[in-house]
């Protein structure tokens, strides 16, 4: 499992002429590993992150998620691969807040078709992996801004993705429960061999990742390890 970007390219109208958000860019996440994805505002990570989950198709370029070349599919096929392949974690949790911790994530398993039984079941087994089984039958609104976004994590993770988008996870989160994240987000890449990607703007969290791309005016930067 793994996620390649090949030659990505992406414009958006900007009156008369286009402006180039993604300039020729490669990216290369094995699985297990986790690639922080960094840069100023407005350089580009978001349409990076765009493009590699399938959401926005490049002008020009490669994109391939576990073996399968996403680009040129059409909307209904990209739809199934980011429900087969791809988990999204959003910056802002926004958790259903008539949900129960456990139903927002069989929510996600009903939708790929599973059984109610195997639904829970993977519920259960994920929160305990985010550390909140005790808190199963607690709402939004019963619960801490870190625990909400561990339940987002968990419940990217409800379908066994082999690629995980992460954006901004702790933006919202004060220093210490930021690092808490980072390194759930990182235990559970390495655990579940998902390829990571992790956008940020807080270079604090990031002694754990395993590779770090700079994003410059659409340009990707992978510094050479030591």
Do not use: C, W
């Not at 009903?110 to 059984?115: A, I």
């Not at 940020?200 to 791309?213: E, F, K, N």
Request: charged letters at 20%; glycine letters at 8%; aromatic letters at 0%.
């Amino acid at each position: 499992m793994s996620l390649q970007l090949r030659d990505i390219t992406l414009t958006y109208p900007d009156g008369d002429s286009r402006l180039t958000a993604v300039d020729h860019a490669d990216l290369d996440v094995p699985a297990g590993s986790v690639t922080a994805v960094i840069g100023p505002s407005g350089s580009g990570k978001s349409s990076l992150l765009a493009v590699a989950a399938a959401l926005v198709t490049p002008d020009s370029g490669r994109v391939v998620v576990d073996g399968t070349t996403v680009t040129g599919m059409n909307q209904a096929q990209m739809t199934a691969v980011r429900r087969e392949k791809i988990g999204i974690i959003f910056q802002q949790p926004n958790l259903i807040a008539s949900l129960t911790a456990a139903e927002q994530l069989q929510v996600m398993a009903h939708l790929d078709g599973r059984s109610a039984r195997d639904a829970r079941d993977r519920a259960v087994e994920l929160l305990d992996a985010v550390g909140l089984s005790d808190k199963k039958d607690r709402r939004p609104h019963q619960l801490s801004g870190g625990q909400r976004q561990r339940i987002n994590i968990a419940r990217a993770l409800m379908n066994d993705p082999a690629v995980l988008l992460v954006d901004e996870p702790t933006s919202a989160l004060d220093h210490e429960r930021g690092a808490a994240v980072i390194d759930l987000i990182t235990t559970l890449t390495h655990r579940r061999a998902t390829a990571t990607v992790l956008v940020t703007h807080d270079t604090t969290h990031l002694s754990g990742v395993d590779q770090v791309a700079e994003v410059l005016d659409g340009r990707v930067r992978v510094p050479a390890a030591n």
